[in-house]
């Protein structure tokens, strides 16, 4: 991915395209070290892909959470506004 494709709306709610740019290719990249993990039979290199794949998993993990965070407080936020509504009487 070219950094000149990567463009923030700054107008996020409730989630963040940025970061679900970023687990998209965190999924594609755990893709990747499979399919190389599958191919290679090196120890050596198989230790290091394995410790790779470690730590790109808990990247995943890490954007998901954040994600996550996000709606919930998106959600959270949404009802206090709703409740402060008085189309909603």
Not at 38 to 54: F, G, I, K, N, S
């Amino acid at each position: 991915m070219n950094k000149n494709e990567i463009h923030c709306a700054h107008a996020c709610r409730n989630t963040c395209a940025m970061l679900v740019q970023a687990l998209g290719e965190e999924r594609k990249l755990a893709d990747f070290y499979r399919q190389v993990a599958a191919e290679c039979d090196y120890p050596d290199v198989q230790a290091v892909l394995t410790e790779v794949r470690t730590l790109q998993k808990r990247t995943v993990i890490l954007l998901e959470e954040k994600l996550s965070e996000m709606q919930a407080r998106g959600e959270v936020l949404d009802s206090v506004q709703a409740s402060f509504d008085p189309a909603g009487c």
